[in-house]
């Protein structure tokens, strides 16, 4: 696929999306099933039989899943188990590990029940206060697709969440001061699960669809260079950011979207990134440790849901190794027009400034980078002024005697 992908025609992108990069709908319903199955047993039998009455609140599907763009071919699923005997951020970060070991035991035992007809694979983990596990699952009706999951534990802090209400602005600063004080920062990322998905969930489908097509680069990228790279939602992330500022349109340009991906990747290093949709700069804390995320060094992609959280962090050599990669990709045909020039990119700002402005969703403006440049400009200009004969005629104070 990676060489229908290089050599596919700008102009035939999408096709390539529909034929290789979307699920047909039974194939897309059975892996629903099985979600649901492990879901409805997660939430109502797993911890039966327990030592200490343990309550499920919720399962929250995440990954690709739980927003509405999974992969033909890779499918696959964060679980994310509320329970309300975890009362705070700390139960999560101490309870977390007899929890995990629990659940790992009564899905193991659920394979060997007769009326389970897929086949389970745990793998194992030598961690003991793991903060997930993961596992297989394949049936018979996917053939040779397997769907993977991850089951985590999450400090049900939100409640219910209603997709067009921010949290209020204490649990961000709650949040905050653990974070702060625990040295831990994304940590708890799982708490805001719903807020991820709703973030993404409602996104028109031709945005879907270049992540879609952004993600499977990715995968290509991985296979490739056998390194570990930034995290696939910081891609995710960023193709948003590159839709919104440039874009915005329902419908639009493909090619032109993936170009535009490509090249903010390989300006990595000017890249900050944030979206006030759930948490803003009205409340100090917030205000506090968004200032401070904001003047690290780049890339900086925060996490709508999670102020502590930067995904693009951490890593810069695998940025940089992405990054040549997208350079690249810059020459293949897939972002290239019939005479082999470039299909043209989105205006999308990278350029950073000093200080973050909170007025829009995402970085400082182009706008208000080109009127502080216009301000510093006259500033010289008067500045220069200042030394010419000229200044007599202008300040009459100056002149000589």
Not at 34 to 52: M, N, Q, S
Not at 100 to 115: D, G, N, P, S, V
Not at 149 to 155: N, Q
Request: glycine share 6%; aromatic share 10%; hydrophobic share 35%.
């Amino acid at each position: 696929m990676e060489l229908e992908l290089n050599c596919t025609p700008a102009a035939e992108l999408d096709k390539f999306i529909e034929d290789y990069l979307l699920s047909n709908s039974s194939f897309h319903n059975e892996v629903r099933a099985i979600i649901d199955i492990v879901c409805t047993f997660l939430k109502e039998r797993c911890f039966r039989g327990a030592d200490h009455p343990v309550r499920v609140s919720k399962v929250v599907k995440g990954g690709s899943s739980g927003k509405g763009k999974m992969l033909l071919g890779k499918w696959e699923a964060d679980l994310v188990v509320f329970l309300n005997n975890l009362t705070c951020f700390e139960d999560q970060l101490r309870q977390r590990g007899k929890f995990i070991q629990e659940i790992k035991k009564q899905l193991c035992a659920l394979q060997q029940e007769k009326t389970f007809h897929l086949k389970l694979e745990v793998q194992d983990s030598n961690q003991p206060n793991s903060q997930g596990l993961s596992f297989k699952l394949r049936s018979p009706q996917l053939l040779q697709q397997e769907v993977e999951f991850d089951v985590l534990l999450a400090y049900d802090v939100l409640g219910d969440v209603s997709i067009n209400q921010k949290p209020e602005p204490y649990i961000y600063g709650r949040l905050i001061i653990k974070c702060t004080s625990l040295g831990l920062e994304g940590e708890f990322n799982t708490c805001f699960t719903e807020l991820q998905g709703n973030f993404l969930k409602d996104r028109p489908p031709q945005l879907k669809n270049l992540i879609r097509l952004v993600k499977h680069w990715y995968q290509l990228c991985k296979e490739k260079l056998r390194e570990p790279l930034p995290p696939q939602y910081a891609l995710e992330l960023l193709t948003v950011y590159a839709w919104e500022r440039g874009s915005g349109f329902p419908e639009f340009n493909t090619a032109e979207g993936f170009r535009t991906v490509l090249e903010l990747v390989t300006n990595y290093r000017q890249l900050r990134i944030y979206w006030t949709v759930y948490y803003d700069f009205q409340y100090e804390y917030v205000s506090n440790c968004l200032h401070k995320q904001l003047s690290r060094a780049r890339p900086v992609i925060l996490d709508p849901a999670d102020p502590t959280r930067n995904v693009a962090g951490g890593n810069p050599l695998g940025w940089w190794l992405l990054a040549e990669e997208a350079v690249a990709w810059l020459g293949y045909p897939c972002v290239r027009n019939c005479d082999t020039s470039l299909v043209r990119s989105w205006d999308v700002p990278v350029r950073p400034c000093h200080h973050p402005v909170p007025l829009h969703t995402a970085l400082v403006t182009l706008s208000v980078c080109r009127m502080l440049g216009n301000i510093l400009t006259k500033m010289w200009s008067f500045a220069k002024d200042l030394h010419t004969p000229r200044e007599a005629s202008f300040f009459p104070d100056l002149q000589p005697s």
